[in-house]
Every structure is written in C-alpha cells, then in structure tokens.
C-alpha cells in the first residue's frame, strides 16, 4: 500500500482501507472473514485514538512511550454493530490475515 501523507496516516478513513481475508476458520469465526486494515505505527494508533475513541468502538492502543513499531489499524465485524478497530503489530497481523482475493 502507498503510505499515505504522515499526518493524514493515523486517520484514514474505512474506505481507504484494504480488504484482507482471514487465513484460519476460528479466525474467520471469531472476527469475521475479512477486515480493513492500514498499516500505521502503535504511535499512530494512539494519536486516532485520542481522535476517535468517544465516538467510535475501539480498542485501548498499546504502550508507545518507549518502543515504537509498524503494525495494522485493524477493523473488525465491519458493517454490524459490533464494528470496532484495534491495532495489532505486523508480525502477528500478517500470519492471520492476507489481502482480499475479491
């Protein structure tokens, strides 16, 4: 994916996002066959949620005071009421999800 301009990156919007599928069936059970994704810094993350977390379902970011790394703005249950974002880093991210065939 094109990064997009650093201070837009922590607040792309859902219909910029890639489509990714999930690689397992208790994934695709769990959280739904496929996500949105971006990938942003856990930093990043923290920044959209200061922004966004009294209006929209998302879960705490993770600590980025001392370490700072790549990961996935990650939407869930896209499309129900039980939608939410989380972030999750690249190495775990990429073993449960790959871009959308369709």
């Given at each position: 994916?094109?990064?997009?301009?650093?201070?837009?990156?922590?607040?792309?919007?859902?219909?910029?996002?890639?489509?990714?599928?999930?690689?397992?069936?208790?994934?695709?059970?769990?959280?739904?066959?496929?996500?949105?994704?971006?990938?942003?810094?856990?930093?990043?993350?923290?920044y959209?949620?200061?922004?966004f977390?009294?209006?929209?379902?998302?879960?705490?970011?993770?600590?980025?005071?001392?370490?700072?790394?790549?990961?996935?703005?990650?939407?869930?249950?896209?499309?129900?009421?039980?939608?939410?974002?989380?972030?999750?880093?690249?190495?775990?991210?990429?073993?449960?999800?790959?871009?959308?065939?369709?």
């Amino acid at each position: 994916m094109n990064l997009l301009d650093w201070k837009e990156r922590p607040f792309v919007s859902l219909e910029k996002m890639v489509s990714y599928s999930a690689l397992n069936k208790e994934m695709a059970k769990k959280y739904g066959l496929t996500v949105k994704a971006v990938e942003i810094s856990n930093r990043d993350y923290g920044y959209r949620y200061q922004k966004f977390s009294s209006s929209q379902k998302m879960q705490p970011p993770p600590s980025s005071h001392r370490h700072i790394c790549l990961g996935y703005l990650v939407v869930r249950k896209c499309g129900t009421p039980e939608q939410y974002e989380t972030w999750m880093p690249n190495h775990v991210f990429e073993e449960l999800y790959e871009i959308s065939k369709s």
